[in-house]
């Protein structure tokens, strides 16, 4: 059974750090490519990070770059964990944080409040 699980989420004061983690278990995640998606209130899902399974090559959405840092910890071909380093946040930032394996495999999501 797949799944993915999110934590990590909270309140924090702008210019505040937090670390999501998304545990994957159930399928063949050290060959799929993955990613942490943002959805804003009123706004639509968005791609924020992602990296790639074949060399663990970063991408960032503009507004994130500097600031928030993407990893993955391949612990065995079917137990991965994923990453989301997020430094100097700011009131945009906030959300639910979705984690994202291949096509089709979410997380539940986790929600980040940023507080002016």
């Known amino acids: 059974q797949v799944q993915l699980v999110e934590s990590g989420g909270g309140l924090v004061q702008a210019g505040g750090s937090l670390r999501l983690s998304c545990s994957c278990s159930?399928?063949?995640?050290?060959?799929?490519?993955m990613g942490w998606f943002r959805r804003a209130p009123g706004k639509e899902r968005e791609l924020v990070a992602a990296i790639t399974w074949t060399d663990d090559k970063p991408s960032y959405v503009d507004s994130v770059k500097g600031r928030f840092t993407i990893s993955r910890d391949n612990y065995t071909n079917t137990r991965v964990g994923l990453f989301l380093e997020k430094t100097d946040l700011q009131p945009n930032d906030a959300g639910g944080y979705y984690c994202?394996?291949?096509?089709?495999?979410w997380g539940q999501g986790t929600q980040v409040t940023v507080a002016a």
């Open positions: 159930g399928g063949t995640f050290s060959v799929y490519h």
């Open positions: 994202k394996a291949g096509y089709s495999y």
